[in-house]
């Protein structure tokens, strides 16, 4: 089953619309929720730890809320260059990170 | 600050040689490294998780035999792919945590591996 789960798989915008990426948990003794950017041939570039319901965390165009079951990861105004893969990621007391399978965002000009 | 280096950035091998990525923590000391490989349009799959001076922990299914793994300093572990074949032709990345299992891990810039 699985226990991180993102939507949509894939999210083209125009430049300069906004939108939310979703990404939803079932894991137990939530430690924390990871927001990470992957652009093509890279490796993950941090983005926002979350550790407990009702934090946000703001970053130039992005910000990531998180309740109980799910995490937002809002994109205001996006630019071209705010397109790459999205990937959430969990770990409960004990374990490695478990990550979604991602978001591929493409925004467009 | 975090910043995490793999070098080298691609290799390409003969089939039955063996290859060494190694991942530094530049700016910070990492008691706890970790080793992923990812295929095309997929998610990071989790290989191994290593803690400094003491043996890894191998994820199910991953050769520990076949994947070497070397986490002798605070800053610096290595991942040695021992008699490489085409099937082992992956996109290897490590990460960093500075404190433990559940910290924050920053990710290193990847390692592009083609075994011909």
């Known amino acids: 089953e699985d226990q991180v789960t993102q939507s949509p798989e894939a999210l083209r915008l125009q430049e300069g619309e906004s939108s939310s990426l979703n990404c939803s948990y079932t894991?137990?003794?939530?430690?924390?929720l990871f927001w990470y950017r992957q652009d093509p041939g890279k490796g993950p570039e941090f983005l926002f730890t979350?550790?407990?319901a009702g934090e946000e965390k703001e970053k130039e165009r992005l910000k990531a809320t998180l309740t109980k079951k799910e995490s937002f990861l809002h994109i205001t105004a996006p630019k071209p260059e705010d397109s790459a893969t999205y990937l959430c990621?969990?770990?409960?007391?004990?374990?490695?990170?478990?990550f979604g399978k991602g978001t591929t965002l493409s925004v467009s000009s | 600050g975090a910043v995490v280096s793999q070098h080298p950035s691609w290799v390409i091998c003969k089939s039955g040689t063996s290859v060494k990525i190694e991942c530094r923590s530049l700016?910070?000391?990492?008691?706890?490294m970790f080793w992923y490989r990812q295929f095309p349009k997929q998610s990071l799959m989790l290989m191994a998780t290593?803690?400094?001076?003491?043996?890894?922990?191998?994820e199910q299914g991953v050769e520990k035999d076949k994947f070497l793994i070397n986490h002798a300093s605070l800053t610096l572990s290595t991942l040695t792919v021992t008699s490489a074949h085409p099937e082992d032709s992956s996109f290897y990345i490590c990460?960093?945590?500075?404190?433990?299992?559940?910290?924050?891990?920053?990710f290193g810039p990847g390692t592009r591996l083609t075994v011909l």
């Open positions: 290593s803690n400094e001076g003491s043996k890894a922990t191998y």
């Open positions: 700016d910070f000391q990492a008691t706890t």
């Open positions: 990460s960093a945590a500075g404190t433990g299992v559940t910290d924050t891990q920053y």
């Open positions: 894991v137990s003794g939530l430690r924390g």
């Open positions: 979350l550790y407990s």
């Open positions: 990621a969990v770990n409960q007391a004990g374990t490695a990170l478990i």
